[in-house]
């Protein structure tokens, strides 16, 4: 039996070693050399403090801002802690009332805007911590922006169109616009009018 279980223990404490500890300290620094900025969560500063990540969204409900894409994460929007869809079918009532609801909201804040609303506004990603909307999404609330902060809309525009990126490796995905990024921009642009 000692034969079986000194090899079996030595093999044990050697590979928690390697897996548990040399493996996991060689990626982190391996990481922190050289994606510091990614490894330490791609936080975005203001001021010199951290206002949040380019990876996870958040909610902006100020009609100076532009809005994200809904969250589904629970108990609150934006949670990193708990990513998720809500899982509900196209066709399930809860959803169709929240997409309604949504519709209404946006349809409210901008009541001259009779143009469609892009689906990425009303619906929530599989993750829900989509820091990105649709190069669509945000074209719809450029007017809101503009009449809210009295901006020409081609000045906000511009904006999006500074901030919009493109498809990954030139063709995976569509464009898409990082919202916090475009919200800070649009704050160092402007001073809200309010």
């Known amino acids: ?39 330490n969560g791609s936080l975005v500063e203001r001021e010199g403090k951290p206002v949040g990540s380019t990876l996870i969204g958040q909610a902006f409900t100020d009609p100076g801002h532009f809005w994200s894409r809904p969250s589904a994460t629970a108990p609150a929007p934006y949670n990193a802690a708990n990513s998720g869809g809500s899982n509900l079918a196209p066709t399930a009532p809860q959803l169709v009332e929240a997409v309604k609801a949504r519709i209404e909201a946006l349809r ?9 609303v892009p689906v990425d506004l009303v619906t929530a990603s599989a993750s829900g911590l989509d820091p990105h909307i649709s190069r669509a999404a945000a074209d719809y609330q450029a007017t809101r922006i503009a009449r809210v902060r009295g901006l020409p809309v081609a000045q906000v525009r511009a904006l999006v169109d500074e901030h919009t990126e493109g498809r990954a490796l030139g063709f995976i995905g569509e464009p898409r616009v990082n919202v916090l990024a475009l919200n800070l921009a649009l704050d160092r642009a402007t001073i809200p009018a309010r």
Do not use: C, E, H, K
């Not at 223990?9 to 050399?33: D, E, H, N």
């Not at 409210?108 to 469609?116: S, V």
């Open 108 to 116: 409210a804040a901008d009541l001259g805007n009779t143009a469609p």
């Open 1 to 39: 039996m000692n034969t079986q279980l000194r090899p079996a223990l030595t093999l044990f404490v050697l590979l928690s070693l390697i897996t548990g500890l040399a493996y996991p300290l060689l990626v982190t620094g391996v990481a922190q050399t050289v994606f510091p900025r990614q490894a």
